[in-house]
C-alpha cells in the first residue's frame, strides 16, 4: 500500500515579548499646616503629572511617622503662609529621616536672609508664592532631576545687601580660591541648578566624575552641601560673582 508523505511544516521561530516594565510612581510627600493651601497645591501637581502620586500632610511628624513605618518619598514639599514660618529644626528632622529625598520649601519670599537660611538647611529648592504654577512644576522637575532651584529675586536680594560699593575681597579670602579650573566649571553649572547628568554632559565628562568633583567643591568651600555652594556661587552668601570664563570652551 502507498503511503502519502504530509508535507514538512515550517515553524517559525516565536519571538519573545519582553515584559512591560511599570514605571513606578514618584511619590510627594505635600506638607503645609493650611488645608486649602494643601489641596490646591495637590490638584496641581496631579494634574502636572500622573505619575506623580501626592500624599498631603498637616505636619512634618506626619511625614516622619510614615517614613519611620517603611514610606518611601521622592521629594518633600513643605508649605507655609512665609518663610518665617519654616521651622529650621523640622527640616533638620527630615533631613536625617530621609536623607536621599530632596526636600523643597514653598512660601512667601517675605525675609531674604529667612529665605537664605532656609536654603542653607540643605534644602533643595526655595519656592517663592509669586512664582506662577508653571514656573513651580518646572522648578520640582528640576529638583527631581538632581538639580537645584534658587530664585533669581533671592540672589538679587543677597547682592543688594551686599551694596556695590562694598571693598573687595582681597584675592586669598576668595571662597574659590582653592577650586581648580575644571571644579569652576562644575561650580558655574551647579549654581544654575543643573544636575549631575546635565553637568556631565555639558562637560564631556562621566557623572562620576562630576559627583569626585561636587565633592572636592563641597570640602574646599566648607560648606555642607551643593545647595550651599550654589549661594557660594551666584553670590547670594557672599556677593561676589563667580569666574566662569572657563566654561566658554566646554560650550563651544
Request: with cysteine.
Amino acid at each position: 500500500m502507498d503511503t502519502i508523505e504530509a508535507p514538512a511544516m515550517r515553524v517559525e521561530p516565536t519571538a519573545r515579548i519582553m515584559p512591560v516594565r511599570k514605571v513606578e510612581d514618584t511619590i510627594v510627600a505635600l506638607i503645609d499646616h493650611s488645608r486649602l493651601r494643601r489641596e490646591c497645591l495637590k490638584l496641581a501637581l496631579t494634574q502636572h503629572s500622573s505619575a506623580w502620586r501626592v500624599l498631603d500632610l498637616g505636619s512634618v511628624a506626619d511625614a516622619l511617622r510614615l517614613a519611620a513605618a517603611g514610606q518611601r518619598f521622592d521629594l518633600v514639599l513643605l508649605g507655609a503662609a512665609t518663610s518665617d514660618h519654616i521651622d529650621l529644626e523640622e527640616i533638620e528632622a527630615l533631613r536625617r529621616a530621609l536623607p536621599e529625598t530632596p526636600v523643597v520649601v514653598a512660601a512667601e519670599n517675605n525675609d531674604p536672609q529667612r529665605a537664605r537660611l532656609i536654603l542653607g538647611a540643605g534644602t533643595r529648592g526655595f519656592l517663592p508664592t509669586s512664582l506662577s504654577l508653571k514656573v513651580l512644576m518646572g522648578a520640582l522637575d528640576l529638583v527631581l532631576a538632581g538639580g537645584i532651584y534658587v530664585p533669581s529675586s533671592l540672589i538679587e536680594a543677597g547682592a543688594a545687601r551686599n551694596g556695590p560699593a562694598a571693598p573687595p575681597r582681597p584675592v586669598h579670602e576668595e571662597p574659590w580660591k582653592d577650586l581648580t579650573r575644571r571644579q569652576r566649571d562644575v561650580l558655574a553649572l551647579i549654581a544654575e541648578g543643573k544636575s549631575n547628568k546635565l553637568i556631565a554632559d555639558a562637560l564631556e565628562m562621566s557623572e562620576s566624575t562630576v559627583k569626585a568633583h561636587v565633592k572636592q567643591i563641597i570640602k574646599r568651600l566648607h560648606v555642607a552641601n551643593r545647595t550651599q555652594a550654589a549661594l557660594i556661587a551666584t553670590g547670594a552668601a557672599t556677593g561676589l560673582p563667580l569666574q566662569r570664563g572657563a566654561r566658554l570652551a566646554a560650550r563651544a
